[in-house]
């Protein structure tokens, strides 16, 4: 046995392994210093883009599973916080977007291989 072979440690896929109470894949959330007022405008802007409005943007902001939403409302006050949004909102605008399928139809199209020349 060479001493290579003496530090093989062998592989495990993280979805296989346990949970360990200090697991470093635990997700931790904490504050960090930087601008409240871009954090909003990237914030806005994303939910905006998959269409979100107004009011749906309110009610993520005043839940507190979503802790950087949750904080800017605690930072800015329900009323600060839906005057800001909606100026966002008013500037950036929000997607709407349909699907609509088209019902089939059956529709022949005649093919010409002979050539004209």
Avoid: C
């Avoid at 495990?12 to 601008?35: I, S, Y």
């Avoid at 993520?60 to 909102?89: K, Q």
Wanted: aromatic share 8%; no cysteine.
């Amino acid at each position: 046995m060479n001493d290579d072979d003496a530090n093989f440690v062998p592989k495990v896929h993280p979805a296989t392994r346990g949970v360990e109470p200090d697991d470093p894949m635990d997700l931790h959330g904490f504050e960090v210093p930087g601008d409240s007022e871009l954090m909003l405008r990237m914030l806005v802007e994303e939910y905006a883009r998959m269409g979100w409005g107004l009011e749906a943007l309110m009610s993520l902001f005043r839940d507190p599973f979503f802790h950087s939403a949750h904080g800017l409302w605690l930072r800015y006050g329900d009323e600060e916080l839906r005057r800001r949004v909606a100026a966002i909102l008013t500037r950036t605008g929000v997607i709407r977007v349909r699907t609509v399928t088209a019902p089939e139809t059956e529709q022949l199209v005649q093919i010409n291989l002979t050539s004209n020349t």
